[in-house]
């Protein structure tokens, strides 16, 4: 199913461009208390303070809820596609006036986030520690007070300008936005609704990657690898690479239930309405919520008076603490309950479902008290809404609860096998029985191979070995693993472990570079080759030229060749590498060669049958 990752990019341009129009009108709104025509003018008994609160009621009320509903019913690729502040961290790359930095050779290039710099291996905690200071601050001040608000819209559009000027590609959405781990968290291995990336699709272009359109309409992808593996692209590779070892996410997770909960209670605390109050959604504008900074959060006989500045960051940050250590006890029993079975994948899958867990929990408490209609629907249409966030984030959950990573490399590797099967053998028609090799589930690939006929035994080798070197160059798979990872391809196709070693040396021989790279380098070379690549040949579309060495011969394509390396931050190797694939002595102008020979030849028989 590929409704949103398919979905025309002009029209998503189109959506962005509103919800950023609407976002500045909201702003200006609250700054300058411009009265925007309540919902529901007697809830205060009309007030006129109520008019001051419209801005409040509809970020609050309505945004903040129905973007993670948006997230919880369709899917991640949707909204990632359609969010306002990804634009505006966009607007110096689409007026090309990004940061740019010395390259190797003193080249300029567009400055990117190294992965082993503090950004780059601490973003989580950053992104974390802001959506936490978001919720404290929304305590404190913002709740309803419109000039506060509309300060933190600002500031943060402003962020998001800085980053996108600052760096290459969605750092913003990667490195900085709070709601970054949030969308993770949620989305889990995919959105139910989402499109599977690794499988069902042949296009380069999947769920919400960075894409382009180009002067002749066509959808080409802007990707320069900004972070690997990307939700982006591929969210369960993205997924199950970061389960173990990606710094801060664990106790993201694992706290964001406990957050969820102590945000309402608090909120309860503060207030003077009971649990009818909280479930109306009026909590999400209302003044009661707001007090001084300094008041006291509560007061008892038996409860010191705590300022609310000290006493809200500090209850947050408590319950957080006791989420994760909840979330800790849940994982480590059911690690021993899965030992048994499953052995040394017990831990692997005893994170993976607490994670699943943990998403649906706050999920369903977030809901249980929000209602993004702000009650003009009546309290029928907020139940609906949290029936359908409980039905869907159910489902979501027992989709994944028996998903493992062994699942996943398996369905990526009979992709990978099912192209290479076309390609080496183009008519596969009597082993399958009138079916088409597409309509195959990753079990059936696997057992076709195993009855290909014997004398077909050095295909089989090519077979293995086209697989691994697309894994390899994808990042999916590393040399280090690959011997295990592909045991069950090569018990299928026949296959020893000399045979196994015999397609490193051959790939080695192709291009060292494949074995030279670490997984993460070799999927940032080919995200960025294959972009590049596409608007090269748009290029020489547009320019109607067949030969590359025309262009680069051409001062003036020059420097166009020049700007697409320097977008998509390509190096000298793999510049060359690229050059080379498009260049006279490629497959592809060998391909262009054949066929206008073929289209002459038969244009000659027409002839002179005619």
């Not at 989402?194 to 990657?209: L, N, W």
Request: charged share 20%.
């Amino acid at each position: 199913m590929q409704i949103f990752s398919s979905w025309p990019e002009r029209q998503a341009q189109i959506i962005r461009w509103l919800l950023l129009s609407g976002w500045i009108f909201l702003i200006v709104s609250l700054l300058a208390g411009i009265d925007l025509y309540p919902f529901d003018v007697n809830r205060c008994g009309g007030s006129p303070d109520c008019h001051s609160l419209e801005g409040n009621q509809i970020f609050w009320g309505m945004v903040v809820p129905g973007c993670l509903l948006l997230l919880v019913v369709f899917s991640h690729e949707l909204w990632r596609r359609i969010c306002p502040l990804a634009l505006v961290s966009q607007l110096f790359r689409i007026l090309g006036l990004q940061r740019t930095v010395s390259g190797r050779g003193g080249r300029r290039e567009v400055a990117k986030v190294e992965p082993g710099s503090w950004l780059g291996r601490h973003h989580v905690a950053l992104q974390w520690s802001l959506f936490m200071a978001g919720l404290a601050l929304r305590l404190l001040l913002v709740n309803s007070n419109t000039l506060g608000l509309g300060l933190l819209l600002l500031l943060t559009a402003v962020a998001a300008l800085g980053v996108g000027w600052a760096f290459g590609g969605k750092a913003w959405c990667q490195y900085v936005c709070p709601m970054g781990p949030v969308q993770t968290i949620i989305t889990g291995p995919r959105s139910f609704f989402g499109s599977p990336a690794h499988i069902e699709t042949t296009a380069k272009v999947t769920q919400s990657m960075c894409r382009t359109v180009t002067d002749s309409g066509k959808v080409r992808s802007a990707c320069v690898a900004c972070q690997t593996p990307c939700i982006d692209i591929d969210s369960e590779r993205s997924y199950w690479s970061s389960l173990k070892g990606k710094r801060g996410l664990n106790w993201a997770w694992g706290s964001y239930p406990g957050l969820v909960l102590a945000f309402f209670l608090i909120i309860k605390l503060e207030s003077r309405g009971g649990l009818d109050y909280l479930r109306s959604g009026m909590w999400a504008y209302d003044n009661e919520v707001t007090e001084y900074a300094w008041s006291p959060l509560v007061t008892g006989p038996w409860i010191p008076a705590v300022p609310r500045l000290m006493a809200i960051p500090v209850l947050l940050v408590l319950a957080a603490w006791i989420s994760v250590i909840l979330q800790q006890w849940l994982q480590q029993l059911q690690q021993r309950q899965l030992t048994p079975d499953f052995g040394k994948r017990a831990q692997e899958i005893a994170i993976h479902r607490t994670r699943l867990l943990a998403s649906f929990l706050a999920v369903n408490i977030f809901f249980w008290f929000a209602d993004p209609t702000i009650g003009l629907l009546g309290p029928a249409g907020g139940q609906v809404i949290r029936s359908v966030a409980l039905i869907v984030s159910g489902m979501w959950v027992h989709r994944g609860w028996y998903r493992e990573r062994a699942t996943y490399l398996r369905e990526s590797t009979s992709a990978s096998l099912r192209r290479q099967l076309e390609q080496l053998i183009p008519d596969l028609s009597p082993y399958l029985d009138g079916r088409s090799i597409d309509e195959l589930s990753a079990a059936e690939v696997f057992t076709l191979v195993k009855v290909l006929p014997a004398q077909v035994s050095q295909t089989k080798r090519s077979l293995y070995k086209g697989v691994m070197a697309e894994l390899l160059v994808s990042g999916r798979l590393e040399q280090a693993t690959a011997l295990v990872q592909l045991e069950e391809l090569r018990q299928s196709l026949k296959l020893d472990d000399d045979d196994h070693w015999a397609a490193i040396q051959e790939l080695a021989l192709q291009d060292r570079r494949i074995l030279e790279l670490t997984g993460q380098q070799r999927e940032i070379r080919s995200l960025r080759q294959e972009a590049a690549q596409e608007a090269m040949l748009e290029l020489l579309r547009l320019t109607r030229l067949d030969d590359l060495q025309q262009l680069l011969a051409d001062p003036h394509f020059r420097g166009n060749l020049s700007r697409i390396r320097r977008d998509f931050l390509l190096d000298e190797a793999s510049w060359q590498d690229l050059i080379d694939s498009i260049g006279p002595r490629s497959d592809r102008a060998w391909n262009t060669r054949r066929a206008a020979i073929t289209t002459g030849e038969q244009a000659a028989c027409a002839s002179g049958q005619h």
